[in-house]
Antibody
Framework: EVQLVQSGAEVRKTGESLKISCKAS????????IAWVRQMPGKGLEWMGI????????RYSPSFQGQVTISADKSTRTAYLQWTSLKASDIAMYYC?????????WGLGTQVTVPS | DIQMTQSPSTLSASVGDRVTITCRAS??????LAWYQQKPGKAPKLLIY???SLEGGVPSRFSGSGSGTEFTLSISSLQPDDFATYYC??????????FGQGTKVEIK
């Protein structure tokens, strides 16, 4: 069974760094792309970027290029999304998701809060 | 970049109504389209994949159709649990994914 287990909710101050994770199981981690999706409060789903853990090929939506870094660790089957300097506008729920063929599988999300 | 246009953005309906949501792609995506249901504070739930395949455990009142650039999600008889927001997603143009803007189904 494909599972994506995301790290817990985070509260950080403006300007702080943050790295959230998504641990995959139940499929060949290195053979399928894994994506990150943002959902700001009351808004829709936005594709941020995607990584192919097999060779770490990473693509970003133009809206997120330079704002975040996506990475993956094959040894722990974990994908990461990180910020070097959080802004108040980064408040959102962040989901990881993958498609191993026909279906798309999602994690339950990580809430990021940046008190202003 | 491929665009996904969902309509309507809001839909008011009553229990028992038949409901249809449309998603249009700016280019052909074959049948690589998924539909999701999302409730407040929850992750998107996969309803339909490959445009018309019903995910396991999803009630049969949900159905999807279409190919190429035009797709529909139908709910044959709206139930109280179905009031939620619905999204379409293309996953044809790898590695880029695109979502529709969402359709909120409200109680009339």
């Amino acid at each position: 069974e494909v599972q994506l287990v995301q790290s817990g909710a985070e509260v950080r101050k403006t300007g702080e760094s943050l790295k959230i994770s998504c641990k995959a199981s139940g499929y060949s981690f290195t053979s399928y792309w894994i994506a990150w999706v943002r959902q700001m409060p009351g808004k829709g789903l936005e594709w941020m970027g995607i990584i192919y853990p097999g060779d770490s090929d990473t693509r970003y939506s133009p809206s997120f290029q330079g704002q975040v870094t996506i990475s993956a660790d094959k040894s722990t089957r974990t994908a990461y999304l990180q910020w070097t300097s959080l802004k108040a506008s980064d408040i959102a729920m962040y989901y990881c998701a993958t498609s191993t063929g026909d279906r798309v599988y999602w994690g339950l999300g990580t809430q990021v809060t940046v008190p202003s | 970049d491929i665009q996904m246009t969902q309509s309507p953005s809001t839909l008011s309906a009553s229990v028992g109504d038949r409901v249809t949501i449309t998603c249009r792609a700016s280019q052909s995506i074959s049948n690589w389209l998924a539909w999701y249901q999302q409730k407040p504070g929850k992750a998107p739930k996969l309803l339909i994949y490959k445009a018309s395949s019903l995910e396991g455990g999803v009630p049969s009142r949900f159905s999807g159709s279409g190919s190429g650039t035009e797709f529909t999600l139908s709910i044959s008889s709206l139930q109280p649990d179905d009031f939620a927001t619905y999204y379409c997603q293309q996953y044809y143009f790898y590695p880029s994914w695109t979502f529709g803007q969402g359709t909120k189904v409200e109680i009339k």
